[in-house]
Each structure stands twice: as C-alpha cells, then as structure tokens.
C-alpha cells in the first residue's frame, strides 16, 4: 500500500480557511441562537449523557436516557479525549460488561457484551445505521458512542443478544482545533477538528487525522487517514436535513494469537511484543471503508414527527497474514493425541501465508419512523411506528491458504519460509442477505408514575450464500416476530424502575472445519431476555443505574461424538446468562468526575447432552469484572488534572469443558490533564499511561470461526498530546 499526506493536509489548509472566513463572515450575528437540528450532544466535558440517538427513533419510544427501559452506557467526548483509545477494545475498557472477543492488534476488532460476542455484520452502528464493523475504529469524528446491552431485536432484527454499538458524528459547530501527539514507541498522530455555521441554517463538520503508528508488537507499525464531514441543514423550521460521511484507509500487519498448547495448557512464556509466525514478504492488511448516513426529519406538528433515513458502509480489506496457527505439520503432533487445530504441546505451530484481497463487504439500508403523541381518555400515548429494509452482500476471492513451515513460539527469529506460489482467484458473490421489518411500539402514561411499553419488529429474513466458484450453496428463508414489553414506576423526577421483556434472532454460526459438518451454516437463532433495572439521578451532574437480567438461546457448540472427526456442530440446549450490572457516571465533587462499572455474570450450558460442558462458565465470560475511571482536578495547582484508571477480570475460562483458565488480572492506568492559553486560544496538554505496573495478562480467550486464541494485554504505553483551538 502506498500513502500521500500532502492532499490530506492540502484540504485540512483549505477547509481551516473556509471556516476562517465563516467565522469572520458570521461576526455581526453571534448573538443568534443555532438552528434546533436532530441533534443530542452531551453537556460539553461531561461524563454524563442524559440521552441517545438509541431511544429517539428505536425501541423505546423517544424518551431521554433516565426514562429507558433498558441499560445503555454513553462513552461521551470528554471520555474519549482523556483517555485516547485507538482500539475498540481500548475504548470499552471502562464498560464491565464489555469483553474483548478475537480482538488481534493491527486488524479489526470484536467485542463481547454480557458475555454474547456482537456480529460484525449486524451488531454496529453509524449514527443508528447498521454499518459493516469489519473495520478499524476512527473516533476523531465521533461525538460519542453508544452501548445498548442486552436484547436489540426492536431496535435492530436480526441481530445477537448481547447488544448493539452506535456511533455518533459530530455535528455543526464553530470549532477550529488542532491535535498532535506521540507515545512511548515513537508514533505520530496529527488531527484537525473544524466547524462552522454558514448561516442561521446551515453548518458543516470536518475532522480529519493521520497516524503512524510504531507498535508494540514488532514488525507491526503501520498507518492510517481519516476524514469525515458532517452537513446540517434547516430547511424550514419543520423540515431539517443531516448527512455524515467518512473514509478511512489504513495498513498493519496483524498479530496472530496464541493457542493452547496441546489444547490443554496456557502458554507459559508468552510474549507481548514478538509477532507469531512473522515472514519478511507478509504485506500489511489494508482496510479501505467509508460509511454515510442521510436523515431527514420532519415536525408535522409538536406532537408528531417523520424520520426517514439511508445508510451505506463499505469496507474493502485486502488480508494478508503469515498466520501461526495448529500443529498438524509438527513432529510433536504426528501421533494424532494433539488435535491439529491447537498449538503442539512444546510450543510448536504451522505458519500459513494467507491472502485474500478485495474481501468486500456491504451493507445498505433504508428506514422511516413515525413518532407521535396522543390521548385516548385519560391515557396518554407515545407512538412510534417504522419500517425498514437492509441488505448485505459479500464479496470475495479464492484465498490462498497454504501451509509454509513451522514455527516454535519460544523461537526469538522465526525461520523464513518461502511463500505460496498460488494465487487467489477471482472475485465472486458469496453471500446476499435482507433484512426487511415493520414495527411499533406504544409508551402508554398510566398516570404520573406508571408507564407501560408494549412493541413488536416483524422480520423477514432472505439470506443466500455461495461457494468461492459463485454457485449457490444455501439458502435460509423465515418470519419471525419479536415483542417486547416493560413497565416503568417513577414515584420521583430522579428515579426510575423498570422490569422488561425481549425477544431476538440471531443468525446461526458456520460449523468449523474439523467437525463432521464442516462448513453447514446452522438455523438462526431465538433468543429470550428478563431484565430489571433501576436509575438514579443522584445530582444534576451524577447518573447511576443497576439492571438485573437473564438472557437465554440456544447453545451453539461442538458436541463430541463417535464420527471419524470427532465432533459435530450443533445447537443443542440452553446457553443461560444471568448477571447483576452496575454503572456510576458523572461529576461527584467539584473537582471529581467519575465513570465506575461493576458486573457479575453467571453464563452457563444447560441440558446440553454433554456434561462435560456443564456446571461451568462459557468461554470467555469472567464471572466478575469491573472498571473505574476518575479525573480529579487538584485544588491547590490551577488547571491541572490528575487521572486513575483501575480494571479487574476474574479467572477466565479458555476451554468448553471449563478445565483450563486464564488468571485473573489487575491492571491500572495513570494520566495528567493541564489546560493554558496561547495567546488567548486554549490549550490542552494530556498525558496518559496505560498498564502503569507493566502487568501481563490474557484479555481475551475468545474464538473466531470455532478455533479458539489467546491474546495478551498490552504492555505498559504512555500516549502524549497536545490540543490547540485556534
């Protein structure tokens, strides 16, 4: 891949003109109050949101935050800017129901909410648009982001039980900033944030950011550029227009994870920094993805609002990895006790060069929503009615997946293999899928204190899959409505209880390779959710909020058995999740603002026929986790602000039987804060440090297509910058 920052940074000079020349043309009319677009911004350097894009056009009728019946965590700009994530999985460390799943460095990253991992392909959101999550996180044009945990299929269809993700763009403001930092391995980031009103009705957003990042993982650095603009336009005091577009292009090599070795034992001297399998001719993976979000919205009266919305995410991954993974080549598996598909119990893998460029996936949809407010008696009601359609289409080549040599994970140089000489083959449809859905939901006031809420999304499913020739290989077709209810009591103006009913689908999982039915796509899946919960408003500046809750579906797993493989894929039983969730946000003192998560889970399979995988939690589900953040402002040094961070997982299971764990960690992160002027414009230095105690630990023992990994944190990182408002 080959990159140009000159016309980057060309059209950043061009478009701090523009704003340059807005704000000198806007002078005379300061005084004038901005247009009321579609907009929920949170108080500016808050940690506390009081609403989301997520219960205004969605499930739970349009209804601030405190009044939701559901639990949803807002990550908002002030977070995001103290802490400075690069990473999805940087960014939900403060959210303990939130766990990293197969989530490698230097490629795109998944996510586990209440212990059920989040489809890439239907589990995020750009501005409440499903976007194709197969790509790299860019947060410098994101207002916040959103978390819903628990079931969505109201708010989304066919989507996993564990929640939804929803990024928020910035919108129009008159904003002139300038980022530039460093951290502790040498990296460069450079962003520009600018924004103007034009007029009384119409104003722009651009942000735009380049990075070149020097990884802690060697043979690892790469790239990335950003740019994205926002558009808001009020076109009668009715009618208002939002559009959100952004492209990001990036290149890394990716780390492979590490394996059990033996499929029994953890790895004892694994290593944060050193990349499995590296090959000097392995190319870095390319991502190529822009997302767009079109919504109008219109007021027919004070009661009655329409919105119809268009949503478009493209991704182009080119994946290129010398990727360490089994022993089936190894000595040390060649009597057949070690399975193939685990590192060898002396610490031995098989290196494979895989190639598959143009991988492509896309999604697009359409939506409208009527939502409106009536009486019937001495009821009062909150409608909102919609429907939407949703497809996805897939695209890929023939990979290259071919063995080269084998490695040992204690080795400080891999041995250089030579690479395939084969090449992929050409690019054909592999998968079209639609989605299309009707539904409603009615928020009933039965009186000052009780609510009711009662809704159901129709969905019907068309979903076609193809081999890497084009032929068609599967077809899955169904209906399904999902209702969903809740009852609220609110004796006060700060508090609010709620007990609520869900239902959701969720598309089957592909059985790996090595089972006996490897390859067959099982039937999609119905999944159940009780939950209780309760919201305090401590103060005007402080939120709490605590759910009880209890999800249920079918497990999915590979069952052994007496076929020549050894398993077959099936769903069979229960997979039960019940936990307790607690989340503190906001300002507690003066000079304390806080965000503290605590989560109990108990996930476990039950009546699977196999009772080995019984009595035990799932993979990759701690039983306990819980994250505090705190910035502290000190009383007796003007503008300086001191941030702590501090994360806890409990032993985390590695295997379905439940015999193998990871240990339980701590790991604390450190930071400053100093804010100043340059000549009467602001000026804001933020330092930050992550794993201050430089602790190793194993973040993830999570799975992707059936096998299973092991990724360890990273090690101790200090990331520096500087912002200036000119």
């Known amino acids: 891949m080959t990159y140009s920052r000159s016309p980057l940074f060309l059209a950043l000079l061009l478009a701090a003109a523009t704003a340059h020349a807005a704000d000198d043309a806007s002078t005379p009319q300061q005084a004038r109050t901005l247009p009321s677009v579609d907009v929920h911004a949170t108080t500016a350097n808050s940690y506390r949101a009081t609403d989301s894009q997520l219960d205004t056009f969605g499930s739970f009728g349009s209804a601030p935050l405190h009044d939701t019946p559901a639990a949803i965590t807002v990550i908002t700009r002030a977070q995001i800017d103290d802490r400075q994530p690069r990473s999805l999985s940087e960014l939900v460390r403060g959210d303990a129901a939130i766990n990293d799943n197969y989530a ?25 648009m499903i976007m194709s999550a197969e790509q790299l996180l860019a947060l410098e044009g994101k207002e916040r982001v959103e978390v819903l945990k628990g079931l969505g299929g109201l708010e989304a269809g066919v989507v996993e039980p564990g929640g939804l993700v929803n990024y928020v763009s910035k919108r129009a403001a008159n904003v002139h900033t300038l980022t530039v930092g460093t951290d502790s391995h ?114 027919f009266s004070d009661t009655w609002n329409a919105q119809v919305s268009a949503g478009h995410s493209h991704t182009v991954i080119d994946d290129n990895v010398a990727f360490a993974y089994g022993c089936f080549y190894s000595a040390d598996c060649a009597s057949g006790a070690t399975p193939g598909y685990f ?68 080795d400080r140089v ?85 007990v609520s009913y869900g239902e959701g689908l969720s598309l ?36 709490l909020q605590a759910a009880l809750y209890r999800i249920r579906q079918s497990y999915q797993f590979a069952r052994p058995d007496g076929t020549p493989e050894g398993f077959t894929f099936v769903q069979q039983g ?95 992160d450190a930071g400053l804060r100093y804010t100043t002027s340059a000549n009467g414009h602001a000026l804001t230095f933020r330092l930050n440090v992550d794993n201050v105690f430089n602790r190793f630990y194993w973040r993830d023992t999570g799975s992707s297509g059936g096998d299973s990994y092991l990724f360890p944190g990273m090690p101790r990182l200090a990331r520096l910058s500087m912002t200036y408002d000119f």
């Open 104 to 128: 490698p460095a230097g490629y795109y990253q998944d996510v586990s909410i209440r212990g059920f991992p989040l489809d890439l392909a239907t589990g995020f959101r750009f501005n409440g």
């Open 186 to 299: 040498g990296s460069n980031y450079e962003a520009l944030d600018l924004g103007a009103w034009f007029s009384p009705t119409f104003g722009m957003r651009v942000n735009a950011a380049h990075e070149d990042t020097h990884a802690a993982v060697e043979h690892t650095d790469g790239r990335r550029s950003f740019v994205s603009v926002a558009a808001d336009w009020k076109i009668t005091d009715k009618a208002t227009l939002l559009l959100d577009t952004d492209y990001q292009t990036s290149g890394q090599r990716s780390a492979s994870g590490y394996q059990l070795l033996g499929g029994s034992e953890i790895p004892r001297h694994a290593s944060r920094t050193r990349l499995l399998g590296y090959q000097p001719w392995q190319r870095p993976v390319g991502i190529h993805s822009s997302n767009s979000a079109l919504r109008f919205n219109y007021r």
């Open 343 to 410: 590192f060898a119990p002396n610490g031995d893998y098989d290196v494979y060069d895989y190639r598959s460029p143009d991988d492509t996936r896309q999604n697009d949809e359409v939506r409208g929503v009527l939502t409106g407010s009536f009486a019937t008696g001495s009821l009062d009601h909150e409608l909102n009615v919609g429907a939407t359609s949703f497809r996805r289409t897939v695209d890929q080549r023939a990979d290259v997946y071919d063995y080269v040599g084998t490695a040992n994970i204690g």
């Open 414 to 498: 891999v041995p250089v293999f030579d690479p395939s000489p084969n090449q992929p083959g050409p690019s054909v449809r592999r998968l079209t899928s639609w989605q299309r859905t009707l539904f409603a939901i009615d928020r009933v006031h039965l009186g000052d204190t009780w609510q009711v809420l009662a809704g159901a999304r129709h969905v019907r499913l068309d979903e076609r899959a193809y081999d890497d020739a084009g032929a068609p290989e599967r077809q899955t077709r169904m209906s399904k409505t999902l209702p969903q209810a809740a009852v609220l009591w609110q004796p006060g103006d700060a508090l609010t209880t709620y």
């Open 508 to 543: 089957g999982r592909e059985a790996p390779y090595w089972t006996s039915n490897g390859g067959t796509t099982l039937a999609p899946l119905h999944s159940r959710q009780v939950e209780a919960g309760v919201k305090v408003a401590v103060n005007d500046a402080l939120d």
């Open 574 to 668: 229960q997979e039960v999740h019940t936990g307790v969730e607690v989340n503190l946000a906001g300002r507690v003192t003066e000079n304390l603002r806080l965000t503290a998560s605590a989560n109990i889970i108990r996930a476990r399979a039950e009546n699977t026929g196999a009772p080995d995988y019984e009595g035990h939690q799932v993979v990759n589900v701690p039983k306990w986790r819980t994250a505090v953040y705190a910035d502290y402002s000190l009383p007796f040094v003007q503008n300086l602000a001191v941030l702590g961070g501090w994360r806890y997982a409990s032993a985390n299971v590695a295997t379905p039987d439940g015999m193998h764990r990871v240990p339980a960690y701590h790991v604390f």
